[in-house]
């Protein structure tokens, strides 16, 4: 699911991005598969059965006689797992519709989801795992999807294109050798028939199709001028026949062997070697949900319109949810989920730590509360006054091996698992507080601010002196590694409004340095941008 907007590469880690679809129909649960696990407690079969069949008398007597089955699954690498199979006829039964039954498919998804989750998080399907992060949307009829993102153990990375193949197929398997793979990408990993065979497939903008289908053939796995992988599609006179029309494998969507083996649903598996991947998913975190404005207008009415028009009455900011949406958010599944957890550590210069007071609530009562004196930074300095492991840590370390305790106000040893820190971002602008920050990063153990300004002995007047006598400022340097760093999550706007903000507050003393080891950020999403306006997705610029 990754775009080709021309990013810079980042070799910083490997990451498979997983969408996983469900895969109802609009009137009838053609086949839903689950597999269970002993640790599923809540859901298990027999609980799962029983929330199906419960909707009501009527219901039941009609689903009894209808073909449901609930069949054992075979052994798949030594590990045993069950298969619910639900068939239904396509007449529909009692009028019910898919739209009734909203709530059942939240629960299948969420089962499956975990699952999924569960295999390749613990039982490492697709190799250790070192984070997984995931998404949940839902389309605009309702049915529900999910992005997930993979970043692999150091030692299970794809450092290069020739050990893509083991993990990713984008092309049709021989009938005859794996008659049930086969069957499974006919139905679920097929992309069209689109272009000239289909001009009204969803897919088709301004007569070409928006997802560039069908690819090229391809005899090896490779990537572009701009990094991405290219698939191996070879040409082996193998096809899928769809609405009368052929398709080989220049337009099978990219898949994981066992994954679709496994789960029997549309899971697109792709490689992402770029830090533009990642920002493609974290961008459905932050964009929040669709919106709608709606204006209600009184067309019986027109004289009075001009007249005593009430737009506050007329005027609604509605927002649609769908059912399947609604029933996730009543059952209170994540939306968005992260692990290991990240934990944002604030800080602040020597006593301009934030204070939350009453209107009414004096002033020097609120000076003397013990949480002024014990924010998270504070009992950072504080804790490093006793203990020596500690002292070995710098903040952004500290929650590797460290607790924050809310209620106590203090941190404490970690005793199981982990978290990742990120200390708050700030603009170079700010002055010392952007400069505190970069020695944050670097001095490990400090018990004071003191400390945090003190070089090779000397204690400098501010955190800026401190940060040119550890060379962390020479030749604006500090501004480069802020682009740099910005990179990671910020989009190419961002960035170049950053470098813009850099020139405007006259502290660059050499801005050609600046822009020629940063040129390539900033110029992120632009050859992507044009792309889309020329409609010529090989351009380069």
Request: glycine share 4%; net charge positive.
């Amino acid at each position: 699911m990754s775009k080709r907007d021309g990013r810079p590469r980042s070799s910083t880690s490997t990451i498979f991005d997983t969408v996983a679809y469900s895969t109802v129909e609009e009137r009838e649960v053609t086949q839903v598969n689950a597999a269970e696990r002993r640790k599923f407690r809540k859901l298990n079969l027999d609980s799962l059965k029983s929330k199906i069949m419960s909707t009501s008398s009527n219901t039941q007597k009609n689903l009894s006689s209808s073909n449901h089955s609930i069949s054992k699954g075979h052994d798949h690498e030594n590990v045993t797992h069950s298969r619910i199979r639900i068939t239904n006829s396509r007449r529909p039964l009692n009028d019910i519709t898919i739209e009734d039954k909203q709530d059942v498919l939240c629960r299948l998804f969420k089962v499956k989801l975990d699952s999924i989750i569960k295999d390749l998080k613990d039982h490492s399907l697709l190799g250790i795992v070192s984070a997984v992060v995931y998404t949940v949307e839902f389309q605009r009829r309702g049915l529900s999807h999910a992005h997930i993102c993979l970043f692999m153990h150091v030692d299970h990375k794809l450092h290069s294109v020739d050990h893509i193949d083991k993990y990713i197929s984008a092309e049709i398997p021989d009938k005859n050798e794996d008659p049930h793979l086969y069957s499974l990408v006919s139905d679920f990993m097929m992309h069209g028939p689109c272009g000239n065979d289909n001009p009204k497939c969803p897919c088709m903008v301004d007569r070409k199709c928006s997802k560039n289908f069908p690819k090229k053939f391809s005899s090896h796995t490779s990537t572009d001028s701009n990094g991405f992988p290219l698939y191996r599609r070879r040409d082996s006179g193998l096809f899928v026949e769809k609405s009368g029309v052929k398709l080989d494998n220049r337009s099978i969507v990219a898949y994981n062997k066992q994954l679709l083996k496994r789960y029997q649903a549309y899971i697109n598996v792709e490689w992402c070697n770029q830090a533009g991947s990642i920002k493609y998913l974290f961008k459905y975190i932050n964009k929040g949900p669709d919106r709608a404005t709606v204006t209600v207008v009184e067309i019986d009415k027109e004289d009075d319109q001009e007249h005593g028009k009430d737009e506050i009455k007329e005027f609604y900011d509605c927002r649609y949810i769908s059912a399947c949406e609604a029933s996730w958010r009543i059952f209170a599944y994540e939306v968005h989920y992260r692990n290991p957890s990240v934990i944002r550590l604030p800080f602040h210069l020597p006593g301009q730590q934030q204070v939350v007071y009453g209107a009414d609530d004096d002033i020097d009562n609120v000076l003397n509360k013990p949480s002024v004196a014990s924010s998270m930074f504070l009992s950072w300095l504080k804790c490093n006054e006793f203990d020596d492991v500690a002292r070995k840590l710098s903040y952004v370390e500290f929650p590797t091996k460290f607790v924050w305790k809310i209620d106590e106000r203090c941190w404490a040893r970690r005793k199981q698992g982990f978290s990742i820190g990120r200390i708050h971002s700030v603009s170079p602008s700010l002055g010392e507080a952007y400069f505190l920050r970069i020695l944050l990063n670097k001095v490990k153990g400090p018990t004071s601010f003191e400390d945090i300004k003190t070089v090779n002995g000397v204690v400098f007047p501010t955190f800026r002196d401190a940060c040119y006598a550890l060379g962390l400022l020479d030749d604006d340097t500090e501004y480069v590694e802020a682009i740099k760093e910005a990179s990671h999550s910020g989009s190419g706007y961002y960035l170049r409004t950053l470098f813009a903000t850099m020139l405007l507050s006259n502290t660059l003393s050499r801005p050609d340095f600046v822009w020629n080891n940063t040129w390539e950020y900033l110029a992120d999403g632009i050859l992507y941008k044009q792309q889309r306006i020329l409609k010529l997705p090989g351009i380069i610029l």
